[in-house]
């Protein structure tokens, strides 16, 4: 049942925790003491932001070379001002007391041997490369974009444009040209490093027909640099890694102001221009110590791993583990190539203590019948985490079948538009099933009903009432802000976050996310996340993959069967039944219909708001861009459906 205690942390785990080391410090330090109790040391973050956020500074030993005049000059959001006066540099944090003989990376791919980077290779390599920008005309402020995979060298890039004071910006290769220049010629970029080519799923991908394009569509471009994976030819006028690097060169720090940008981060841009995100040195630098130290628990000898491309944001959350004292492992490549078991392989050949991933890929894996801890040791594995979509409870059951009874799955729920989560992992607290353990410190999250109250125990709106310091510090060519109020303070008043999913924060803390709010089926006045039929529906071994929308009153349901099976009248009585006894008889779809496959983002996305769009009838073109889709023509069967629906004439 849903809410059934899965497991608790042991004693050993509880004083090991970094968390537990943070609570016996502000007991000491600054008279808070909590007693061990997580909840009441989390109301205290949020109605004490300035003590709460001061006390992160100082517990993580923060370096600027100035001291801050206030922690939280003004509480205005959008636009809250954070620790005024202070200076400091993101990368000279990584670097701050690091062992040069220790490990910094274990790095796998597709199309390269596995390598491992300590930090003394680490320091070399990212100086290296800011000699080589510095060389390049890059300066404080300039824009760095990446077309780079998961490869140490993206890493590397970032350090060292983070080093400078420049600002940066990545995507994966595999995404189309359009795609790219949609996002990067927003922001005007200086230097482009990109790619020759990449693999995944066993193929071979040349990108330097791409790399062409980008280069011409991008007119402030002034060099491109070309990581050479597959030895393509992208031409003459560029600049290899290679030369770059300059040899020798010594690690410097420009330290900027808190509110500097440090990177730009993208909405998903289903409909226009993807948002340009700009998060800050200074709110990034705080968020991130932490989240990866104190809620993702990262510590020296551990070895965190989140599967992600450089196009997500968790790229950006795993680099930020390099806060912490542990080693991070990159993979690049597909998680289903040769077979679902990659990536457990891999865990258990690096000795893997965290394996993060999607919702999906668990999904996928209980699907498919793997069994991580068959034929393979994965005893050093503590912890895993999911996020990304929520987690079906289904999926809870399976980590702790399959992977392990001791282990602590950690399921989050944030967003992109923070680069981090507002719910999710706590080392302290119990896990339950279907559940999330707790909100985030300093996260003020509650679920607002319609008239704008906080409520528990009731799905409400996911609002944050409080600033965060990752919250952005601006969207791009925003400048009066409208965007940005628009996106996400237009719906209470203007004063308050809305993030756009359905949460549930339950009486003792936990929290359930139902999905996304804009996409809600309201059957007769009963509302209901989709994730809740995706849930139901997904239960039956015929169906890998599902979505569902509400076209004014009419409810279709779309389906992905497995190889082999058919949609007929044994399986659709099959899918209406599940659904009424899981959800309720309101929410049993009108249709069912088979699809080849379900449109989504090239972060994974379902696309249930354009397909709804599409159905009422919205213009393709206008409904989403092909451009943000990983599967464009996938949107092609709306279309025609939508058609053979229209009224003649």
């Not at 009874?405 to 680069?419: A, K």
């Not at 004014?552 to 009424?580: C, H, N, Q, S, Y």
Request: glycine share 10%.
């Amino acid at each position: 049942m849903e809410g059934t205690l899965l497991w608790e942390p042991p004693a050993a785990l509880r004083e090991r925790a970094t968390m537990t080391r943070y609570m016996e410090w502000l007991a000491r330090e600054r008279g808070h003491d909590f007693g061990g109790d997580y909840h009441a040391l989390q109301r205290w973050s949020t109605e004490d932001l300035e003590g709460f956020w001061a006390s992160i500074w100082d517990f993580f030993e923060v370096v600027s070379d100035a001291p801050y005049e206030r922690v939280l000059a003004d509480a205005t959001m959008p636009g809250a001002t954070w620790f005024p006066g202070a200076r400091l540099n993101y990368a000279e944090h990584v670097f701050r007391g690091k062992d040069d003989d220790a490990l910094a990376i274990i790095a796998d791919s597709e199309v390269r041997e596995r390598a491992e980077i300590t930090w003394g290779q680490l320091r070399e390599q990212v100086a290296a490369v800011a000699g080589g920008l510095r060389a390049l005309g890059v300066e404080e402020g300039d824009r760095v974009v990446a077309y780079l995979p998961n490869i140490p060298e993206a890493i590397v890039a970032f350090l060292a444009t983070a080093s400078i004071g420049a600002v940066w910006s990545s995507t994966s290769p595999d995404f189309g040209a359009r795609s790219v220049v949609d996002r990067f010629a927003q922001i005007e970029p200086k230097v482009l490093l990109a790619v020759d080519g990449y693999g995944y799923n066993g193929k071979r991908f040349d990108r330097s027909e791409v790399v062409r394009h980008l280069q011409s569509e991008m007119p402030t471009l002034k060099h491109t640099v070309i990581v050479p994976l597959l030895g393509s030819d992208v031409g003459e006028a560029n600049t290899s890694w290679d030369e770059l690097r300059e040899p020798g060169a010594e690690l410097q720090f420009n330290r900027v102001a808190f509110d500097h940008p440090l990177w730009v981060l993208y909405s998903s841009g289903t409909t226009g221009l993807p948002k340009a995100i700009v998060q800050g040195q200074g709110g990034i630098l705080l968020e991130h110590l932490k989240k990866l130290n104190l809620h993702v628990d990262a510590q020296a000898g551990d070895r965190l791993f989140w599967f992600t491309t450089t196009g997500w944001m968790m790229w950006n959350f795993l680099v930020s583990g390099l806060l912490t004292p542990a080693t991070i492992l990159l993979y690049d490549g597909s998680p289903g190539h040769p077979s679902l078991d990659v990536l457990w392989d891999f865990a258990a050949d690096t000795g893997m203590t965290c394996f993060g991933t999607s919702a999906s890929y668990l999904a996928s894996c209980m699907k498919a019948g793997v069994e991580p801890g068959e034929g393979r040791d994965l005893s050093a594995l503590r912890a895993v985490g999911s996020t990304g979509s929520p987690l079906a409870p289904e999926g809870f059951e399976w980590v702790y079948e399959h992977v392990g009874r001791d282990t602590w799955l950690f399921s989050t729920s944030g967003g992109t538009d923070v680069c981090s989560a507002f719910v999710g992992g706590v080392p302290l607290l119990p896990v339950y099933r279907g559940e999330l353990q707790a909100r985030a410190l300093g996260a003020a999250v509650e679920a607002y009903d319609e008239a704008g109250d906080a409520v528990i125990d009731e799905v409400g709106e996911l609002v944050i009432t409080k600033p965060l310091p990752s919250m952005p510090l601006y969207l791009w060519d925003d400048p009066d802000g409208e965007l940005y109020r628009e996106s996400y303070f237009s719906m209470y008043g203007g004063e308050v976050w809305r993030h756009g999913d359905w949460i549930e924060i339950t009486s003792r803390g936990t929290a359930i996310i139902s999905g996304r709010s804009d996409s809600t089926i309201n059957r007769g006045g009963v509302r209901m996340g989709t994730s809740e039929i995706y849930r139901a529906v997904l239960a039956l071994d015929d169906v890998v993959d599902a979505l569902v929308v509400d076209v004014d009153g009419w409810m279709p349901l779309f389906v992905v069967l497995r190889d082999g099976a058919e949609l007929d009248d044994d399986l659709t009585k099959a899918i209406r039944t599940r659904i009424r006894e899981d959800c309720s008889p309101r929410h049993v779809p009108n249709d069912v219909f088979a699809v080849a496959e379900v449109p989504r983002t090239l972060s994974n996305k379902v696309l249930e708001v354009p397909v709804k769009k599409i159905l009422s009838g919205t213009a393709p073109e206008k409904a989403a861009s092909a451009d943000s889709l990983a599967n464009p023509k996938s949107l092609d069967y709306f279309v025609e459906l939508a058609r053979s629906r229209a009224p003649a004439g």
